[in-house]
Structure formats: structure tokens, C-alpha cells
């Protein structure tokens, strides 16, 4: 974890009935405590306040790609150059990788761009995707094989109601067709893609999550 790193805190009520979700980044890391910056609800954009010894499930992307997650609580809330809140930051060896290289795919349809290097440009939707990639639904005439390069441009609309734009380079691994499905599908593998844009992909998997959970309690 870096300065600058974004992460993702969970409050988890004491009812266990609502998971609340946070974003803020990585101010300070020094004496085995976290700075973060003040966090804002994922949901209503506003900043959180919290007691100390408020507990929390904290996520964040390391520089392998991985996803990390350990529990800590707030220690104390100070104003440096800028407001921090300031967390345990326990050893590596507590961490637990939830994901590595291979990330949690969501059934679910997102908007996409895509442009191969032939500058063939279609527009279409996902049938599912992750943190490591995509199944889109390709055009009944594609001319897609696997190797083929493309440039996407996926659309997300998150739970807090932003929407965030986001572009990734990647290779196409696979061209199927599903069961019940007129049209071939691709599964394609992320090549270029920044840290910042990956963990946003994340957490919106993340959100779809618990409103998937949420609706199957209910």
C-alpha cells in the first residue's frame, strides 16, 4: 500500500443487516498507523463521521493486482495539512487476499465501446465482468477472433448515482456462443488498464454484490 493508494472501507452496522461503503486514499502510512483521507459514502457523496474505535473492513488493490483486506478500527481524527482519520494498520501477515489475477465476475449488463485495430467500432453490453475482464455481446457480423486487440470504453453507473467512464486495452481470449443466445459472445482479458480504473470496476462488482444479496434476503 502507497501514498495515494484508494480504498475502500465497510462499515458493518451492529444489526449486520446494512453494509455501508466508503471511499477515501492512503494520506500517510508511518509507525503502524493508517492515514486516510476523510471518507465519503458511496451511496449519498457525503463525508462520514465516525467515534473512535469505530470497526471496519478495509479493501484496497495492490501492486499485484490483488485484492487485500483486513480489519481495523478508527484510533483518532486530526487536521494536518488536510483532515485525516487515523486507523490501526496491522502486519501483512493479517491481510487476507481476496483475490489474485483471477477477480470476482459479476453477471450483469454494462454499456461498451469497442474498437479493434482494424477500426472496426461497435457498440454493445457485457454479460458479465471483473476486475480482469469481460464477456460482451459481439454483432451478428464481428469479424472477432481470439488474439484480436481492442480498445473498450465501459460505462458504469454506481450506487452513489456518479458515473464513471472508463477505458481499457485488452485481447479478446475467446468466442463462444451460449445456450439460448442468437448472437456469439468474447471474453476478453484487460491488458492496459490503470490501478484507479481497475478498483473502480471492483467496487461496482462489489456493489452489484449486495444489491444482489439484499435482493435475495428480501
Given at each position: 500500500?502507497?501514498?495515494?493508494?484508494?480504498?475502500?472501507?465497510?462499515?458493518?452496522?451492529r444489526d449486520h443487516t446494512f453494509h455501508e461503503?466508503?471511499?477515501?486514499?492512503?494520506?500517510?502510512?508511518?509507525?503502524?498507523?493508517?492515514?486516510?483521507?476523510?471518507?465519503?459514502?458511496?451511496?449519498?457523496?457525503?463525508?462520514?463521521?465516525?467515534?473512535?474505535?469505530?470497526?471496519?473492513?478495509?479493501?484496497?488493490?495492490?501492486?499485484?493486482?490483488?485484492?487485500?483486506?483486513?480489519?481495523?478500527?478508527?484510533?483518532?481524527?486530526?487536521?494536518?495539512?488536510?483532515?485525516?482519520?487515523?486507523?490501526?494498520?496491522?502486519?501483512?501477515?493479517?491481510?487476507?487476499?481476496?483475490?489474485?489475477?483471477?477477480?470476482?465476475?459479476?453477471?450483469?449488463?454494462?454499456?461498451?465501446?469497442?474498437?479493434?485495430?482494424?477500426?472496426?467500432?461497435?457498440?454493445?453490453?457485457?454479460?458479465?465482468?471483473?476486475?480482469?475482464?469481460?464477456?460482451?455481446?459481439?454483432?451478428?457480423?464481428?469479424?472477432?477472433?481470439?488474439?484480436?486487440?481492442?480498445?473498450?470504453?465501459?460505462?458504469?453507473?454506481?450506487?452513489?448515482?456518479?458515473?464513471?467512464?472508463?477505458?481499457?486495452?485488452?485481447?479478446?481470449?475467446?468466442?463462444?456462443?451460449?445456450?439460448?443466445?442468437?448472437?456469439?459472445?468474447?471474453?476478453?482479458?484487460?491488458?492496459?488498464?490503470?490501478?484507479?480504473?481497475?478498483?473502480?470496476?471492483?467496487?461496482?462488482?462489489?456493489?452489484?454484490?449486495?444489491?444482489?444479496?439484499?435482493?435475495?434476503?428480501?
Amino acid at each position: 500500500m502507497d501514498i495515494g493508494t484508494p480504498v475502500t472501507l465497510e462499515l458493518l452496522h451492529r444489526d449486520h443487516t446494512f453494509h455501508e461503503l466508503y471511499k477515501c486514499k492512503v494520506v500517510d502510512i508511518r509507525g503502524g498507523y493508517l492515514f486516510l483521507s476523510l471518507p465519503s459514502g458511496e451511496k449519498s457523496g457525503k463525508t462520514g463521521f465516525f467515534h473512535e474505535g469505530t470497526p471496519f473492513k478495509l479493501r484496497f488493490v495492490g501492486k499485484d493486482k490483488s485484492v487485500y483486506m483486513f480489519e481495523t478500527s478508527m484510533i483518532a481524527k486530526k487536521k494536518f495539512k488536510i483532515p485525516v482519520l487515523i486507523f490501526h494498520l496491522p502486519d501483512e501477515n493479517k491481510f487476507k487476499r481476496i483475490q489474485r489475477r483471477k477477480f470476482v465476475r459479476i453477471e450483469t449488463a454494462v454499456d461498451v465501446a469497442i474498437k479493434s485495430r482494424g477500426e472496426h467500432s461497435f457498440t454493445s453490453i457485457t454479460t458479465d465482468i471483473s476486475g480482469g475482464g469481460a464477456a460482451i455481446v459481439l454483432p451478428y457480423r464481428h469479424g472477432c477472433a481470439p488474439g484480436t486487440l481492442v480498445e473498450m470504453l465501459f460505462v458504469f453507473h454506481m450506487k452513489a448515482g456518479d458515473i464513471h467512464y472508463i477505458d481499457a486495452k485488452a485481447e479478446i481470449v475467446r468466442v463462444f456462443k451460449s445456450k439460448g443466445m442468437e448472437r456469439e459472445s468474447a471474453s476478453v482479458e484487460f491488458h492496459d488498464i490503470t490501478d484507479g480504473s481497475r478498483q473502480t470496476i471492483i467496487q461496482f462488482c462489489f456493489e452489484r454484490q449486495l444489491y444482489m444479496k439484499g435482493k435475495r434476503v428480501r
